[in-house]
């Protein structure tokens, strides 16, 4: 009998160890004593990891932008569970952090709304938020979710209004992760603003079906190059795959959600970057208030939520970025629309 | 001429003894204090019931276990095997009841499978073919070595795992009831080819529980009970009576009454009936047999032609493709086993771990597993525990199951008694057939001669047998007619008392079709 | 659509479908050697991701290449041994163990990544290689023999995995362990040393494969970046029928079809894009139920050995 308790112990011990590693890093990212009234606490889910060069990144370093602003880890406290692209298992965080006494819980994924719509009303005194979309809820009564989401087609068009002035071939290649959300957004307003300025550029547009297939996000910018094209742009955190092959057959790149010149600074041309700062301070003023949900936050160029992030080591032309700035500036003023 | 077979480096095996074997497992004591010892030249039978430590005591020369107590010697020197690489070393091979071959590499793969190559890299299986050859024609043990172990029929594989012993340099070759798969003709074949090599000096060690085998091969027999050693003894003098004697403790009946009963009405009617093996292909290619009230009919052959599967047809368990089973004037080829038993059948599996009982059940629990639905074992939907229990004490009274207690867990009971305990609960419903599947496979001789005489018991109520089994003894004790099966066909129906063995080990080769 | 159907077109899917099975050659073939001698191993998925990041992080830090590709594999034979351990020593359901080490894997490798890299870099990985002679050959030089060495790597394990599986006497008793492990231990052959032996071969080929992504094929390590490769390599030993040329066979199919979709849609081809994506899926499905051989299925696949069980 004695070898099958030595067995089970030692299973017991992988097992253990298994799940401690697996388990998703739900670390607060700044340390802090017991949590005081005077200290706002702030807790994110996101569904890839906090660091992915894309979606998630850019609202976790407005996260830590805001924390500075208010006068650093004793006036914000930050905590964020990553990689929870299941939608239950996020939802079981969220819902730890709701009843841990967060004063905001944000949810940074639009497959996370049903979940948030059956929590909320079960924390009155927790204010939610959750992007991108629009929807707080209000309709179902209920008062305490904030909404967010960015009109990525307004960067995406003034991209693709540099992408075909740049463009030798008259070929243009976008990769998308699936044909919906703010990956759809983006790449259709990329396509406008391409056809805008060269209405017979080819535009050539592939899926991959995955967030998180860099192989196959690879493949699929290697194909668009074999096909001719000499300016690529992509959106979701697989998209590094594709940077990668550009950067090996020097064609240019246009970054979405997250600056990407530091992964290939010799080819990307700019990014379109969210800046989720604004709407985060407007909602901690708001719960500061009490008043803890009901609007809704889009990111334009108006309200500088959207920014195009130039790659200082990469020299736009003149022409191209005083187009550029021209189409800016026409969506703000509503001369240029684009639809999304 | 055995110089040239002992040529893995090791001196001539001229003597082994084992002395003082004790071997435990968990609840059990397999081997008692076992000594036993046998010399060059000498086919030794190892006589004894299923569980009285024969396999067990040859693993241990064999490497497979560790003996807890005692020692082997080896020509007079003290010898210890961690590994049947060892004994095999020592110039000792084994012939598995169950092969050791795998079904997917070919003879000479086989063969060469652990063997040192003398190419670094590469197989030398053109030198091992040779020396399969070689071999083959010394000891006339006929075998393609280019076949693929698949292909090969039951007799040849088994000549496969000798030429792989002898491959290997084996001077004794340790046999576990190697008869149990054969047909007649070939045992006869196997026993020339043991004589053989006896006669150039090999040592046999012949384990099994079949007295005319043992007294036919034998030079000296060792008889086994419950781990221990009854006796040693030379073949010459021996009798069954006495030896049988030895293995179970107490006289057992040689030959059982068998009063002529008056066969009946057709109970049980099997009209050209075909179904698919497992493997695809047809398993049954249109048996027919009626089995009369008050009749046995044997059913008899080498195991793998048919039988499981018509014994699953009959049961409800395998649907049947083309063809009619009729029970008791009613057409249940299609029936579920619930039918079945309604219509008055009994079944006995083959698989009585798998498919006749739940081992992680209860005695009790496994006594109404078909009838927990009926008065007086449930009451509405709730189960009668007390009827339940006292039902199943008095048949494990009077059929003398073994159990400590009605809640043990089937699994902690032995073979004989599992088996005792299902035909408790088949008789107990007095069925107007039955339908029995290898009943006394893995059953000690005496639970088997006490089942024999239940099923001879049935047949003078009336009930009609169908005994589906592949040791030809049974068949040939308690049968009225035989009917032999060869891949999927009834090559002919005798009368026990007009046919002769032979007869039947051609049927059962396929040879005759009468 | 009618440009779809041109030589260029067809080089392109030949090299990128090249490049895309490179990664379940390796994984794929490791594991056959582990099914095989009956060692089911769902880890793959996990030790591709920490050969991943383990040959990615040396590389970056030591600037050697060679020396990241050696941790990797060295990774993968740990992370092999302790599946075997799991899984052979102490007998565990290997399905079961298998999720397990691919999520802890999976976990670890993001863990560490975090730790350490801290966010997506890319470096200079293993460069193409043109064959003389053969790479000169128009179209086809381009397409076949103008690759990283890890992908030429991938290509001749295949032959060589098929005379090691089949010619050796290595060879022999992985086959008869996966098939019969009574016989082989009647045999004096230790069951457990074998499936040691295998299993953290094909860790070591699972590290690799991890390892072709991060340092040949993509060049840089991202969480999660294989996505659920690893699985789809063990799917691809039963596709292959336990044969690595049916390993290959598979490999390229799935890979293959996975580049024209992208064709397809480059092309502009009016199918929604969620149809195109499938296509590899459907057809090695089909592929599978039309050419299923389960011939060479080791029998003692996914079952533990113990001896004196019968």
């Given at each position: 009998?004695?070898?099958?308790?030595?067995?089970?112990?030692?299973?017991?011990?992988?097992?253990?160890?298994?799940?401690?590693?697996?388990?998703?890093?739900?670390?607060?990212?700044?340390?802090?004593?017991?949590?005081?009234?005077?200290?706002?606490?702030?807790?994110?889910?996101?569904?890839?990891?906090?660091?992915?060069?894309?979606?998630?990144?850019?609202?976790?370093?407005?996260?830590?932008?805001?924390?500075?602003?208010?006068?650093?880890?004793?006036?914000?406290?930050?905590?964020?569970?990553?990689?929870?692209f299941?939608?239950?298992?996020?939802?079981?965080?969220i819902r730890?952090?709701?009843?841990?006494?967060y004063?905001?819980?944000?949810?940074?994924?639009?497959?996370?709304?049903?979940?948030?719509?059956?929590?909320?009303?079960?924390?009155?005194?927790?204010?939610?938020?959750?992007?991108t979309?629009?929807d707080?809820?209000?309709?179902?009564?209920?008062?305490?979710?904030?909404?967010?989401?960015?009109?990525?087609?307004?960067?995406?068009y003034?991209?693709?209004?540099?992408?075909?002035?740049?463009?030798?071939?008259?070929?243009?290649?976008?990769?998308?992760?699936?044909?919906?959300?703010?990956?759809?957004?983006?790449?259709?307003?990329?396509?406008q603003?391409?056809?805008a300025?060269?209405?017979?550029?080819k535009?050539?547009?592939?899926?991959?079906?995955?967030?998180?297939?860099?192989?196959?996000?690879?493949?699929?910018?290697?194909?668009?190059?074999?096909?001719?094209?000499d300016?690529?742009?992509g959106?979701?955190?697989?998209v590094?795959?594709?940077?990668?092959?550009?950067?090996?057959?020097?064609?240019?790149?246009?970054?979405?959600?997250?600056?990407?010149?530091?992964?290939?600074?010799?080819?990307?041309?700019?990014?379109?970057?969210?800046?989720?700062v604004?709407?985060?301070?407007?909602m901690?003023?708001?719960?500061?208030?009490?008043?803890?949900?009901?609007?809704?936050?889009?990111l334009?160029?108006?309200?500088?939520?959207?920014?195009?992030?130039?790659?200082?080591?990469?020299?736009?032309?003149?022409?191209?970025?005083?187009?550029?700035?021209?189409?800016?500036?026409?969506?703000?003023?509503?001369?240029?629309?684009v639809?999304? | 001429?055995?110089?040239t077979?002992?040529?893995?480096?090791?001196?001539?095996?001229?003597?082994?003894?084992?002395?003082?074997?004790?071997?435990?497992?968990?609840?059990?004591?397999?081997?008692?204090?076992?000594?036993f010892?046998?010399?060059?030249?000498?086919?030794?039978?190892?006589l004894?019931?299923?569980?009285?430590?024969?396999?067990?005591?040859?693993?241990?020369?064999?490497?497979?276990y560790?003996?807890?107590?005692?020692?082997?010697?080896?020509?007079?020197?003290?010898?210890?095997?961690?590994?049947?690489?060892?004994?095999?070393?020592?110039?000792?091979?084994?012939?598995?009841?169950?092969?050791?071959?795998?079904?997917?590499?070919?003879?000479?793969?086989n063969?060469?499978?652990?063997?040192?190559?003398?190419?670094l890299?590469?197989?030398d299986?053109?030198k091992v073919?040779?020396?399969?050859?070689?071999?083959?024609?010394?000891?006339?043990?006929?075998?393609?070595?280019?076949?693929?172990?698949?292909?090969?029929?039951?007799?040849?594989?088994?000549?496969?795992?000798?030429?792989?012993?002898?491959?290997?340099?084996?001077?004794?070759?340790?046999?576990?009831?190697?008869?149990?798969?054969?047909?007649?003709?070939e045992?006869?074949?196997?026993?020339?080819?043991?004589?053989?090599?006896?006669?150039?000096?090999?040592?046999?060690?012949?384990?099994?529980h079949?007295?005319?085998?043992?007294?036919?091969?034998?030079s000296?027999?060792?008889?086994?009970?419950?781990?221990?050693?009854?006796?040693?003894?030379?073949?010459?003098?021996?009798?069954?009576a006495?030896?049988?004697?030895?293995?179970v403790?107490?006289?057992?009946?040689?030959?059982?009454?068998?009063?002529?009963?008056?066969?009946?009405?057709?109970?049980?009617?099997?009209?050209?009936?075909?179904?698919?093996?497992?493997?695809?292909?047809?398993?049954?290619?249109?048996?027919?047999?009626?089995?009369?009230?008050?009749?046995?009919?044997g059913?008899?052959?080498?195991?793998?032609?048919?039988?499981?599967?018509?014994?699953?047809?009959?049961?409800?368990?395998?649907?049947?493709?083309?063809?009619?089973?009729?029970?008791?004037?009613?057409?249940?080829?299609?029936?579920?086993?619930?039918?079945?038993?309604?219509?008055?059948?009994?079944?006995?599996?083959?698989?009585?771990?798998?498919?006749?009982?739940?081992?992680?059940?209860?005695?009790?629990?496994?006594?109404?597993?078909?009838?927990?639905?009926?008065?007086?074992?449930?009451?509405?939907?709730?189960?009668?525990?007390?009827?339940?229990?006292?039902?199943?004490?008095?048949?494990?009274?009077?059929?003398?199951?073994?159990?400590?207690?009605?809640?043990?867990?089937?699994?902690?009971?032995?073979?004989?008694?599992?088996?005792?305990?299902?035909?408790?609960?088949?008789?107990?419903?007095?069925?107007?057939?039955?339908?029995?599947?290898?009943?006394?496979?893995?059953?000690?001789?005496?639970?088997?001669?006490?089942?024999?005489?239940?099923?001879?018991?049935?047949?003078?109520?009336?009930?009609?047998?169908l005994?589906?089994?592949?040791?030809?003894?049974?068949?040939?004790?308690?049968?009225?007619?035989?009917?032999?099966?060869?891949?999927?066909?009834?090559?002919g129906?005798?009368?026990?008392?007009?046919?002769?063995?032979?007869?039947?080990?051609?049927?059962m080769?396929?040879?005759?079709?009468? | 659509?009618?440009?779809?159907?041109?030589?260029?077109?067809?080089?392109?899917?030949?090299?990128?479908?090249?490049?895309?099975?490179?990664?379940?050659?390796?994984?794929?073939?490791?594991?056959?050697?582990?099914?095989?001698?009956?060692?089911?191993?769902?880890?793959?998925?996990?030790?591709?991701?920490?050969?991943?990041?383990?040959?990615?992080?040396?590389?970056?830090?030591?600037?050697?290449?060679?020396?990241?590709?050696?941790?990797?594999?060295?990774?993968?034979?740990?992370?092999?041994?302790?599946?075997?351990?799991?899984?052979?020593t102490?007998?565990?359901?290997?399905?079961?163990?298998?999720?397990?080490?691919?999520?802890?894997?999976l976990?670890?490798?993001?863990?560490?990544?975090?730790?350490?890299?801290?966010?997506?870099?890319?470096?200079?990985?293993?460069?193409?290689?043109?064959i003389?002679?053969?790479?000169?050959?128009?179209?086809?030089?381009d397409?076949?023999?103008?690759?990283?060495?890890?992908?030429?790597?991938?290509?001749?394990?295949?032959?060589?995995?098929?005379?090691?599986?089949?010619?050796?006497?290595?060879?022999l008793?992985?086959?008869?362990?996966?098939?019969?492990?009574?016989?082989?231990?009647?045999?004096?052959?230790?069951?457990?040393?074998i499936?040691?032996?295998?299993?953290?071969?094909?860790?070591?080929?699972?590290?690799?494969?991890?390892a072709?992504?991060?340092?040949?094929?993509?060049?840089?390590?991202?969480?999660?970046?294989?996505?659920?490769?690893?699985?789809?390599?063990?799917?691809?030993?039963?596709?292959?029928?336990?044969?690595?040329?049916?390993?290959?066979?598979?490999?390229?199919?799935?890979?293959?079809?996975?580049?024209?979709?992208?064709?397809?849609?480059?092309?502009?081809?009016?199918?929604?894009?969620?149809?195109?994506?499938?296509?590899?899926?459907?057809?090695?499905?089909?592929?599978?139920?039309f050419?299923?051989?389960?011939?060479?299925?080791?029998?003692?696949?996914d079952?533990?050995?113990?001896?004196?069980?019968?």
């Open positions: 009998m004695k070898p099958v308790v030595f067995r089970v112990s030692l299973l017991a011990v992988i097992a253990t160890m298994l799940l401690a590693a697996c388990a998703p890093a739900a670390a607060p990212a700044t340390p802090t004593a017991a949590a005081s009234a005077s200290v706002f606490k702030i807790a994110v889910v996101f569904p890839s990891a906090h660091n992915d060069a894309a979606f998630s990144q850019s609202m976790y370093e407005a996260l830590l932008t805001v924390q500075k602003d208010m006068g650093g880890p004793s006036k914000v406290e930050i905590a964020y569970s990553e990689n929870l299941n939608v239950p298992d996020a939802a079981a965080a730890d952090y709701a009843s841990k006494g004063n905001l819980v944000i949810a940074h994924g639009s497959q996370y709304g049903t979940s948030l719509e059956q929590i909320a009303p079960d924390f009155p005194k927790t204010a939610f938020a959750w992007g979309s629009l707080t809820f209000q309709e179902a009564g209920i008062n305490n979710v904030f909404a967010y989401q960015a009109d990525a087609e307004q960067g995406g003034v991209q693709g209004v540099m992408a075909a002035m740049l463009s030798k071939s008259g070929v243009i290649g976008i990769t998308g992760p699936v044909e919906a959300g703010d990956a759809k957004l983006y790449v259709d307003g990329f396509k603003g391409v056809l300025t060269k209405p017979n550029d535009v050539n547009i592939t899926y991959t079906g995955s967030f998180s297939d860099v192989s196959l996000m690879a493949a699929a910018a290697t194909t668009q190059i074999q096909n001719g094209a300016v690529l742009t959106s979701s955190q697989s590094v795959g594709a940077i990668g092959v550009c950067k090996d057959k020097n064609v240019l790149w246009f970054g979405q959600q997250w600056d990407q010149a530091s992964l290939a600074p010799s080819i990307v041309v700019s990014s379109q970057v969210y800046d989720w604004p709407t985060l301070e407007d901690i003023a708001l719960v500061q208030k009490g008043v803890l949900g009901g609007k809704g936050y889009t334009t160029f108006a309200n500088k939520g959207l920014v195009i992030q130039y790659n200082p080591s990469y020299t736009v032309p003149a022409d191209v970025k005083s187009a550029a700035d021209a189409a800016t500036q026409g969506i703000i003023d509503g001369k240029i629309t639809q999304p | 001429m055995s110089e077979v002992a040529n893995n480096g090791h001196k001539k095996l001229q003597e082994v003894q084992m002395v003082g074997i004790v071997k435990r497992f968990p609840g059990v004591l397999a081997n008692d204090h076992v000594d010892d046998v010399h060059a030249g000498e086919i030794h039978a190892l004894g019931e299923n569980g009285a430590g024969k396999s067990t005591l040859m693993r241990q020369l064999y490497g497979l560790r003996p807890d107590e005692g020692k082997i010697l080896i020509n007079g020197q003290e010898r210890l095997f961690y590994s049947p690489e060892d004994a095999i070393e020592a110039g000792i091979g084994m012939i598995h009841q169950h092969f050791m071959l795998v079904p997917s590499l070919t003879v000479t793969e063969v060469a499978l652990g063997l040192k190559s003398t190419r890299f590469a197989l299986l053109d073919e040779r020396r399969i050859v070689d071999l083959s024609e010394q000891y006339g043990l006929k075998i393609d070595p280019k076949a693929y172990i698949w292909q090969l029929a039951v007799g040849e594989q088994q000549r496969v795992e000798i030429v792989k012993a002898l491959y290997r340099g084996a001077d004794l070759l340790i046999l576990d009831e190697p008869t149990a798969v054969l047909t007649p003709q045992v006869e074949d196997l026993f020339k080819t043991l004589h053989q090599m006896a006669q150039v000096g090999h040592t046999l060690i012949f384990i099994s079949k007295l005319y085998e043992v007294l036919s091969i034998s000296r027999i060792t008889v086994l009970r419950d781990g221990r050693v009854v006796g040693s003894r030379p073949t010459e003098g021996a009798t069954r006495s030896l049988a004697q030895m293995m403790g107490r006289p057992i009946i040689q030959q059982y009454d068998r009063p002529a009963v008056v066969a009946g009405e057709m109970c049980l009617d099997i009209q050209d009936i075909y179904t698919k093996s497992d493997r695809g292909g047809d398993a049954l290619k249109g048996v027919s047999l009626s089995v009369h009230a008050g009749e046995i009919l059913l008899a052959g080498v195991s793998g032609n048919g039988q499981r599967e018509l014994a699953e047809c009959l049961g409800g368990l395998r649907p049947v493709r083309q063809g009619k089973v009729i029970l008791n004037g009613k057409d249940v080829t299609r029936a579920s086993p619930r039918e079945r038993i309604a219509a008055g059948q009994s079944y006995i599996p083959e698989e009585r771990m798998r498919e006749g009982a739940i081992k992680e059940f209860s005695v009790a629990d496994n006594f109404v597993l078909e009838d927990h639905g009926k008065s007086p074992y449930a009451r509405g939907i709730f189960l009668n525990l007390n009827a339940i229990r006292s039902q199943a004490r008095s048949v494990i009274d009077a059929y003398n199951v073994k159990t400590p207690s009605l809640d043990t867990p089937l699994k902690n009971l032995s073979g004989g008694n599992i088996q005792k305990l299902i035909l408790a609960r088949e008789l107990s419903r007095h069925p107007k057939v039955l339908v029995a599947s290898q009943p006394t496979r893995g059953v000690d001789i005496g639970a088997t001669e006490y089942i024999h005489l239940r099923l001879l018991e049935q047949r003078q109520t009336g009930t009609a047998t005994l589906i089994s592949e040791d030809l003894d049974e068949i040939r004790a308690l049968s009225d007619r035989i009917a032999v099966i060869y891949e999927g066909k009834i090559m129906i005798v009368y026990n008392s007009e046919t002769t063995l032979e007869q039947l080990g051609l049927m080769a396929g040879v005759t079709e009468k | 659509m009618s440009d779809l159907f041109t030589l260029s077109v067809l080089m392109g899917i030949i090299v990128s479908g090249i490049r895309l099975a490179t990664p379940y050659l390796f994984a794929a073939i490791g594991e056959t050697f582990a099914q095989t001698s009956g060692v089911l191993n769902l880890g793959v998925e996990g030790i591709m991701l920490m050969g991943a990041f383990s040959g990615f992080y040396i590389a970056s830090t030591t600037g050697s290449l060679w020396l990241g590709l050696l941790t990797a594999a060295v990774v993968g034979i740990l992370m092999g041994l302790l599946m075997a351990l799991v899984s052979v102490l007998q565990a359901e290997q399905g079961i163990s298998g999720i397990g080490l691919s999520l802890f894997g976990g670890l490798s993001s863990l560490l990544f975090e730790k350490t890299i801290v966010s997506v870099v890319a470096i200079s990985g293993f460069q193409p290689i043109r003389p002679i053969l790479g000169n050959i128009p179209y086809i030089g397409a076949l023999f103008d690759h990283s060495i890890l992908v030429y790597a991938a290509f001749l394990l295949v032959p060589l995995s098929i005379y090691v599986l089949n010619h050796t006497p290595i060879g008793k992985i086959r008869a362990v996966g098939q019969n492990p009574q016989a082989a231990d009647s045999l004096g052959i230790s069951v457990a040393k499936r040691y032996l295998t299993v953290s071969f094909g860790g070591m080929m699972a590290g690799i494969a991890g072709s992504l991060s340092l040949a094929l993509i060049d840089l390590f991202q969480e999660n970046m294989t996505n659920g490769m690893g699985y789809i390599a063990v799917a691809l030993v039963y596709f292959g029928g336990w044969n690595p040329l049916g390993v290959l066979g598979g490999s390229l199919l799935f890979s293959f079809v996975n580049a024209f979709q992208l064709w397809l849609q480059v092309k502009g081809v009016q199918i929604p894009s969620n149809i195109a994506l499938m296509m590899p899926y459907v057809l090695t499905i089909v592929a599978l139920a050419a299923a051989n389960r011939a060479r299925q080791p029998t003692a696949l079952k533990p050995f113990e001896r004196g069980e019968s």
